[in-house]
């Protein structure tokens, strides 16, 4: 259990790699854009983060499912780890996109659709959290948590587009100027330091969960020693 | 700014907020790797300590 | 309990029968314990009463914008006063042991599900029907048309068949009621902004296309919900 696996060794500076060269595209390969100037570049690690915010819920929504099938706590244990990076990783996006949105649309919050839900879904975690810290048998607090996950992930979709419905409402197609997202248009290299973006933080979610999956075993196994010794 | 594209001045000077941007995106993601890593720590540190008590006779 | 006779007593022939029967029964168990005590109806109505008056300070409007925000002020009114309903009607039946006695019975969980769920909608339709009228009245506006009360009757479920499960929850974790509300809001999004414009839409008599996709959007949020909790209650009951 202490001494990391080789592959996961190899995943982490294939990582690391990846998030080099990842950097050097975002800065030095992507074209200025013409409006916003160098905040735009904000943009591909923006995106990226909220990608795996997604990949987070989505990994957590499945754990549960597994979880109340088989009953085995290592769901449990890939289920909270999913949700802890989503949560870390949203935020991000939340607050890079708060920082990209002042300069290029004058305020340092929009109601956009994608921003609202990432915020939702901040909220959700919260709520994730606070009904499993109000639980002492292990059981209960995994397959609550485990519900509450699959809850979570089936409302959120419907939340999305019903504040997207809500947004076309009051903003209806306006000529030329954003209040959303992406509405620059996007060259080829911008679109590959783009998708190369999202390709690294994908592996980087792999890597990030794995290594959290391990921390959530190891305080497992202390905690039922714990439990051993003191009885 | 849609000024800016008629006058044809170039981007506007944004470079303060890119610098914000990558410094949260960089400094959340490092603190939370930080943490990932004093918990491991702590971890294996408990860990220790209760598998010598486990050992020793009570 | 009563309940649990009731429900071992039916003798239905068949399974849909029985099922129904033993639905009826946690309803009715619930129902007739409410109509004695009158406890949770006194509560939740004052409570919206009290939400109301604050609206009326909170919000100083003149007549043309109070039509804007009917809608809204309505929608949080149930929203929170359901929430008192939710966690009370869960709660008595975890403090009188009734929760432990129905799970002994000889029937589906999902019977427990659909019985609390219909008792509670059933709690929020009588406070819906007293808030209205008296908000007919304090605003000098007509709320009874068809139209709104659809978009309250689906609202309505959409919110029960969530908050009936996440209150089963709630009830059995150390910070119980303060839980709920927290639980709940994130999850119930959808209704409240689809009701709200929907209801909006309709006292302002905008044309049914705009309305509808609010109306189609509660019909789904409701399906999916009822059928998801339906499905996930057993996994919250068992000991």
């Known amino acids: 259990m202490q001494t990391t696996p080789r592959f996961l060794k ?118 994730y959290l606070l009904l499993r810290q109000g639980i002492e048998d292990p059981d209960r607090r995994a397959r609550f948590g485990a519900v509450y996950a699959i809850l979570g992930f089936i409302s959120v979709p419907l939340t999305f587009l019903s504040i997207r419905l809500y947004d076309r409402t009051i903003h209806p197609v306006v000529i030329g100027n954003g209040g959303g997202e992406g509405d620059f248009d996007m060259t080829t290299r911008m679109m590959q330091t783009f998708m190369f973006s999202l390709f690294t933080f994908s592996v980087l979610f792999a890597t990030l969960l794995w290594h959290r999956i391990r921390l959530g075993n190891l305080a497992e196994m202390v905690e039922s020693l714990r439990l051993k010794i003191t009885q | 700014m849609l000024l800016n594209l008629i006058l044809k001045e170039g981007p506007i000077e944004t470079t303060n907020y890119m610098i914000a941007g990558y410094a949260v995106i960089f400094g959340v993601m490092a603190i939370y790797l930080v943490s990932m890593y004093l918990r491991r720590r702590n971890l294996q540190r408990d860990l220790e300590v209760l598998e010598e008590l486990e050992n020793k006779p009570q | 309990m009563k309940a649990e006779r009731a429900l071992q007593a039916s003798p239905k022939a068949s399974p849909v029968g029985s099922f129904l029967g033993a639905v009826r029964a946690i309803v009715w168990k619930d129902l007739a314990a409410e109509l004695r005590s009158r406890e949770l109806l006194s509560s939740m109505l004052v409570f919206a009463l009290l939400v109301i008056l604050i609206f009326n300070f909170a919000l100083e409007l003149d007549v043309k914008a109070r039509a804007t925000v009917t809608g809204g002020v309505l929608w949080v009114t149930f929203a929170f006063a359901g929430t008192l309903g939710l966690n009370r009607s869960m709660a008595t039946e975890k403090d009188r042991g009734c929760l432990d006695g129905l799970l002994l019975a000889p029937v589906d969980r999902s019977v427990i599900y659909f019985g609390k769920a219909i008792g509670n909608l059933v709690f929020m339709f009588v406070v819906e029907a007293i808030v209205l009228p008296i908000y007919s009245i304090l605003y000098n506006v007509n709320l009874f048309q068809p139209g709104l009360l659809l978009v309250i009757l689906l609202g309505s479920v959409g919110y029960v068949a969530v908050g009936t499960l996440l209150a089963s929850m709630a009830v059995q974790t150390r910070t119980r009621d303060v839980l709920l509300p927290i639980l709940l809001f994130p999850l119930v999004i959808p209704v409240l902004i689809a009701a709200v414009k929907a209801s909006t839409g309709i006292l302002e008599i905008l044309p049914m296309d705009q309305i509808r996709p609010w109306i189609n959007l509660l019909v789904v949020y409701d399906i999916i919900f009822t059928a998801v909790a339906f499905m996930l209650f057993d996994y919250i009951v068992e000991e």
């Open chain 1, 10 to 127: 190899i995943l982490d500076i294939f990582s690391i790699i990846l998030f080099a060269v990842a950097v050097v595209l975002v800065f030095f390969y992507a074209e200025l854009e013409a409006i916003m100037g160098q905040v735009q570049r904000v943009f591909y690690f923006h995106v990226a983060t909220a990608w795996v915010g997604m990949l987070g819920f989505l990994v957590a929504a499945i754990a549960g499912v597994v979880y109340l099938l088989k009953h085995e706590r290592k769901w449990d244990v890939v289920g909270f780890a999913a949700v802890e990076i989503s949560l870390v990783f949203f935020f991000i996006t939340i607050v890079s996109g708060s920082i990209w949105a002042r300069p290029a649309w004058g305020t340092w919050w929009t109601w956009d659709p994608r921003l609202t839900t990432a915020t939702i879904v901040e909220l959700v975690y919260a709520a």
